[in-house]
């Protein structure tokens, strides 16, 4: 029978307490729970109850729970918890006609069961060296994306609040912005298969009210704006010569959603050879499965997932000097694009023999 644990936080210290919530879902979906309900701030209907805030996660069944609970994983973890909030916590029963519980996130990711440890087996996981020369790379927090009215849309507010921070960060040091929006030709001779998998993409034309930006972001005069067509920020556009010409060595990307646009970007972005951050709370879908499924996979082999105020912190230490904004240092990080470029076609088959 499926269980649900059911928790009441009382957050003590946010700064370490944003570092547990940003390592547990990795521990959850390496364990196929679900998050039905994560935060949000509670408002009594009737009575006072007093909760704080509210967290629910799904289960098999009660031995799952406990399975999860003292899992080394997530025992690693509860010791930061507990020196940063304050919880309550109950486990109860779901309906006896309830649908099973869905499928886990590990099965989600490569399409058959993967133990924690064959994870471990593979040495997954380990940290990029930042570099000193960063952008942020905010992809689709279009009006299409962000307005729960639109078709493709999820009511991102906190994402977006989360996004314009780290943006105000990286505008007070100089460095570089980047936004994409996507949208087809009205003819949609554009589109390839992409109306075939979902017609509503008709609603996404360039130019068209779901391509505007959310106007949330503050985007300025000289951040550009780059169309794409294909879920990757990188694939025919002009993104990578952007930030070859700006000699950009590490990339903070944010936007929507997690499980398609963002981690195609992201593993293009790991393909030219380009660190990567991904403040997870810079980033949001349509469901939590394939949210916290994709962040799973992608800290594990592509890039580093992190918090909003980690992103900050390392915008606001990498800011502009003369060092890094010299000529030689420019010249020097186009050469190591051009290389990361060439090699990544190599791999593609994309030069013929002759010039490899």
Not at 7 to 23: C, K
Not at 111 to 119: D, L, Q
Not at 149 to 178: K, Q, W, Y
Not at 185 to 201: E, F, I, M, N, R
Request: with cysteine; glycine share 8%; aromatic share 8%.
């Amino acid at each position: 029978m499926t269980a649900y644990l059911i928790s009441d936080v009382r957050v003590l210290d946010e700064d370490a307490f944003a570092q547990y919530a940003a390592r547990v879902p990795a521990v959850l979906a390496a364990h196929g729970v679900e998050y039905v309900v994560r935060g949000g701030e509670p408002n009594d209907l009737e009575g006072e109850w007093g909760a704080r805030r509210i967290v629910v996660l799904r289960f098999r069944d009660r031995d799952h729970v406990q399975s999860w609970y003292h899992s080394e994983g997530y025992q690693q973890l509860v010791a930061l918890r507990a020196q940063s909030a304050e919880i309550r916590a109950v486990v109860v029963d779901g309906l006896e006609s309830e649908v099973g519980p869905s499928i886990p996130a590990e099965e989600m990711m490569n399409g058959e069961p993967s133990s924690p440890e064959s994870y471990v087996r593979a040495s997954f996981g380990g940290q990029l060296r930042r570099g000193g020369r960063p952008a942020v790379l905010v992809v689709d927090f279009t009006l299409g994306f962000t307005d729960p009215s639109s078709s493709f849309g999820a009511d991102m507010t906190a994402e977006v609040s989360a996004t314009r921070r780290v943006l105000d960060a990286a505008r007070e040091r100089g460095h570089l912005v980047i936004f994409t929006t996507v949208g087809y030709h009205p003819t949609y001779k554009d589109a390839g298969v992409a109306l075939q998998k979902a017609p509503k993409g008709t609603e996404l034309v360039a130019g068209g009210p779901s391509s505007i930006l959310d106007p949330r972001l503050g985007r300025r005069d000289d951040e550009i704006v780059v169309l794409k067509r294909a879920p990757s920020a990188l694939f025919g556009t002009s993104v990578p010569a952007v930030l070859m010409a700006h000699a950009i060595d590490t990339v903070v990307l944010c936007g929507a959603v997690t499980s398609g646009c963002i981690r195609a970007t992201c593993v293009d972005l790991y393909s030219y050879g380009l660190p990567t951050l991904v403040p997870r709370d810079c980033v949001g879908d349509r469901a939590v499965a394939p949210h916290e499924a994709n962040l799973f996979d992608m800290q594990a082999k592509y890039a580093d997932v992190v918090t909003s105020g980690d992103a900050i912190s390392y915008l606001e230490a990498a800011g502009l000097t003369e060092a890094n904004s010299s000529p030689v240092r420019r010249r020097r990080a186009r050469s190591l694009w051009a290389i990361r470029a060439r090699s990544s076609a190599q791999r593609r088959g994309r030069l013929p023999t002759w010039k490899r």
